[in-house]
């Protein structure tokens, strides 16, 4: 036998494991609050409290900025995400809020207009990008967490380039939610670029390049009080990601 | 609309059926395609010569598993269209990593068997590293897409990919189906 028979023995495994490992992820009592921008964990980090709050721009509380840092590149901001009372959530969402012991917190949907009806029609939730409709290939994940963010996340392929989306959604009880990226590496190089969404709200794009990679680019935008974050895992300019922000 | 109700309509030859599939198994096939051809054009072909396969197929056939047997059909079409695609290369490469240089199997033992050994051993792993090995080596999904999916980092997908690799060798090797 040979890698090629290898390969073909894999088009002969017991059909329930296939189905199975194609079912929704199901998990208890998980609080997956920061957990959903694990893919993007190289680059965008939930950092620690501690740090004044210093400028503001598109309402975000920059604690830490210095792109020009020797050695690595360092910014950090607090977003001011709308606190949505659980009455405006979807029943559904508001049935795992309010349960005192949640036993599934976390579902996948394969199209966008699911996760609205999840998530509720009194949540304002931007319409899908066009330029990214019918572009994810790993449904949209959400996770409800009881007191905290209602987050969703999912990977889109366009042009041959994987993007990683993640919206939070702020709830009651939200303490506060912090973005950012910490880059320990003296090759690199982070250019900040404002700019505004289609919609007209204020996005910030972060472009890192240098170092043995192509680079990436992350963009961060409130629209409505809710969080939208996109990082493109190979780009060595911004012009996608623009591309994506005129269409929200 | 259940797996049943389709393949009854596809017995019936109902003029619905193929829509009634693409509704209810379109984002699952697409989803395959596209992670092994990277082309939206040619995933939509491969789609739809799988609806094709499946109308032809059904009736006499009425499999047990029709979402692994439909996602399979897609699968070998995609395989089928896509064999010098680097990123199947890939694919192959890492997987084939269970299998060094220089190593062959005893008996001829057909990739059929092979199979029904590799889902007996991944029968015996906890079910989030089934899934991940899954994704990664039957869906094609990227590593990142597995990550995202299971709620884990890139490099401890990696990480559990790695290592179900090596056991999935000396599975195979225990089992007397390899050996150096």
Excluded at chain 2, 33 to 41: C, F, G
Aim: charged share 25%; with cysteine.
């Amino acid at each position: 036998m040979n890698r090629e028979t290898m390969w073909e023995a894999m088009e002969h495994l017991a059909p329930d494991l296939i189905e199975a490992a194609d079912q929704p992820a199901v998990t208890k009592h998980r609080r997956l609050r920061g957990k959903t921008l694990l893919i993007a964990a190289a680059a965008c980090l939930v950092l620690a409290v501690g740090v004044v709050a210093a400028d503001a721009l598109f309402g975000f509380h920059f604690l830490a900025d210095d792109l020009a840092y020797s050695g690595g590149h360092e910014y950090s901001f607090e977003a001011d995400l709308t606190r949505f009372p659980v009455e405006q959530f979807s029943e559904e969402v508001q049935n795992i809020m309010e349960a005192p012991d949640p036993v599934q917190d976390r579902f996948v949907f394969d199209t966008w207009d699911e996760v609205l009806n999840f998530i509720g029609g009194d949540i304002p939730l931007a319409p899908e990008s066009n330029a990214l409709a019918d572009a994810t290939n790993t449904g949209f994940h959400v996770s409800v967490s009881k007191d905290a963010t209602t987050n969703i996340s999912t990977m889109y392929t366009l042009d041959g380039h994987d993007i990683i989306f993640n919206a939070h959604i702020g709830g009651e009880e939200l303490d506060s939610f912090r973005v950012g990226s910490v880059f320990p590496d003296e090759n690199l190089s982070t250019q900040r670029i404002e700019t505004t969404t289609g919609s007209g709200a204020g996005a910030l794009i972060h472009l890192t390049t240098g170092g043995d990679s192509n680079g990436h680019c992350t963009s961060s935008f409130l629209r409505e009080g809710i969080f939208y974050g996109f990082f493109i895992t190979d780009a060595s300019d911004t012009a996608l990601m623009e591309e994506i922000l005129a269409s929200f | 609309m259940t797996s049943d109700t389709l393949i009854n309509l596809l017995e019936q030859r109902a003029g619905q059926a193929l829509g009634e599939l693409d509704a209810a198994y379109g984002v699952y096939c697409r989803s395959i395609a596209r992670n092994i051809l990277k082309n939206e054009e040619d995933a939509e072909e491969c789609v739809s010569d799988a609806y094709l396969a499946v109308w032809n197929a059904i009736p006499p056939a009425r499999p047990e598993h029709f979402k692994a047997w439909l996602g399979t059909i897609v699968r070998n079409g995609a395989l089928r269209r896509k064999r010098q695609n680097s990123a199947v290369d890939t694919l192959r490469e890492e997987l084939s990593e269970a299998l060094p240089d220089r190593q062959t199997v005893v008996g001829q033992c057909e990739a059929k068997a092979l199979g029904e050994a590799i889902s007996a051993f991944l029968r015996s792993q906890q079910p989030d590293v089934r899934t991940a090995f899954l994704r990664r080596y039957w869906y094609a999904d990227s590593v990142e897409a597995v990550a995202l999916r299971l709620g884990w980092s890139v490099s401890k997908t990696k990480s559990a990919l790695f290592r179900a690799r090596k056991k999935l060798k000396d599975h195979l090797i225990k089992e007397e189906l390899w050996h150096e």
